[in-house]
């Protein structure tokens, strides 16, 4: 006999011959959000922003001069546009002129770059989560890790209420990468240290009208 087996043999004399099978769960659960989309909107960027992201909105047509106006923000005014590596599948309306597309180099080639501009696959504003699914308006999991600045757009249609909302949107079997906030640990003597394991600085482009 295991000790497994051994564990399981006394719960099941402890609990007797007459036991009631267990009670059945309720699955009320929620699964949607009646909140309007601009309450989402604002939802969304309170949680970004108590994450120590920035949020920068604008209307949809002025997408491209808010993210160079978040570069400004996360890499100072100096910045050249050779520092920024940009997924493949984003709108070239979004990209500032003279930045380079990924083109699959090794890993190692990214850390080169000061920042990445992405887009993504959904928000969840409830809980301030940008999830990336490494198609091409994302880029690969690599692209949104490892230079220290990140700037991802984010459109109004791709926001949700919460995480069931947004699962359901979701390919489960594609790579998931999902982003709160600027990578950060307090492991050490509880205090916060960001840029461990992924972009120290995170800027969200919110567009909507």
């Known amino acids: 006999m295991s000790a497994r087996d051994e564990v399981l043999g006394r719960i099941r004399t402890a609990l007797g011959p007459d036991r009631r099978p267990p009670a059945e769960v309720a699955r009320g659960y929620r699964t949607t959000d009646d909140r309007p989309l601009p309450e989402l909107l604002d939802v969304l960027a309170d949680r970004l922003e108590d994450y120590r992201a920035r949020v920068l909105r604008c209307a949809p047509d002025a997408v491209g001069a808010t993210v160079a106006a978040a570069l400004d923000a996360g890499l100072g005014a100096g910045w050249a546009a050779a520092d920024v590596v940009v997924a493949p599948g984003v709108p070239e309306a979004w990209r500032p002129a003279g930045s380079t597309e990924d083109d699959g180099r090794p890993a190692v ?101």
């Open 109 to 209: 080639g990214l850390t080169a770059f000061a920042a990445t501009l992405t887009g993504v696959t959904v928000a969840v504003a409830e809980t301030g989560t940008l999830v990336l699914d490494a198609s091409p308006v994302c880029g690969r999991r690599a692209l949104s890790l490892l230079p220290d600045c990140l700037v991802c757009v984010v459109t109004a249609d791709q926001v949700v209420g919460g995480v069931p909302e947004g699962l359901a949107r979701l390919d489960p079997l594609r790579p998931l990468t999902l982003i709160s906030g600027p990578s950060a640990t307090s492991d050490i003597e509880l205090q916060r240290v960001e840029g461990v394991h992924g972009p120290r600085t995170l800027l969200v482009v919110l567009a909507s009208d």
